[in-house]
């Protein structure tokens, strides 16, 4: 029984509003409906699939959340085993503009034998987020980094 699609990701914080607008302004996702949890939840969409739900995270979770999804850490901030969460996307020059307008920092790395921009970047609470473009789209950019330059694996 193979796995068929990423469904979604669930990211506690302790400011579910700050993060909630910032994946909306910046990364253009929207607000959509969700299950009444009896607890704090936001599912976020891009197009007709919610990819994203944000609940509150921390020391201060609802009984109700704790019960109906578990916590297993207090964190609320960085990736914790996670590493990042990455998106396919167009747009790499308008995306790139957005960013500078929001003073959202990023770095832009590229990966030539699978067709891959990216510009690496994190969200208020620390999880880092991949932008992945395809490479015809950078024409006029340099990355401060590509696969190709990296040290072949020693282990």
């Known amino acids: 029984m193979?796995?068929?699609?990423?469904?979604?990701?669930?990211l506690q914080?302790?400011?579910i509003e700050a993060t909630k607008d910032w994946y909306v302004?910046?990364?253009?996702f929207r607000v959509g409906p969700a299950p009444d949890f009896k607890f704090p939840v936001y599912w976020l969409y891009l197009g007709d699939q919610d990819v994203l739900h944000i609940?509150?995270?921390?020391?201060?979770?609802?009984?109700?959340?704790?019960k109906y999804v578990g916590q297993?850490?207090?964190a609320s901030t960085g990736t914790g085993v996670?590493?990042?969460?990455?998106?396919?996307?167009?747009?790499?020059?308008?995306?790139?503009?957005?960013?500078?307008?929001?003073?959202?920092?990023?770095?832009?790395?590229?990966?030539n034998d699978q067709g891959l921009y990216q510009l690496f970047l994190f969200d208020p609470n620390g999880v880092k987020i991949e932008l992945n473009f395809a490479n015809a789209e950078a024409k006029?950019?340099?990355p401060q980094l590509k696969?190709?330059?990296?040290s072949p694996a020693t282990n």
């Open 2 to 10: 193979p796995l068929s699609h990423m469904e979604h990701f669930l």
């Open 13 to 15: 914080t302790e400011d």
């Open 25 to 28: 302004r910046i990364l253009g």
């Open 55 to 66: 609940t509150t995270g921390g020391k201060n979770v609802s009984e109700n959340r704790k």
């Open 72 to 74: 297993q850490s207090e």
């Open 82 to 111: 996670i590493d990042h969460i990455g998106f396919r996307t167009t747009g790499l020059h308008e995306m790139i503009e957005h960013l500078g307008k929001n003073k959202i920092s990023f770095t832009e790395r590229q990966v």
């Open 140 to 142: 006029g950019r340099t």
């Open 147 to 150: 696969a190709s330059e990296l």
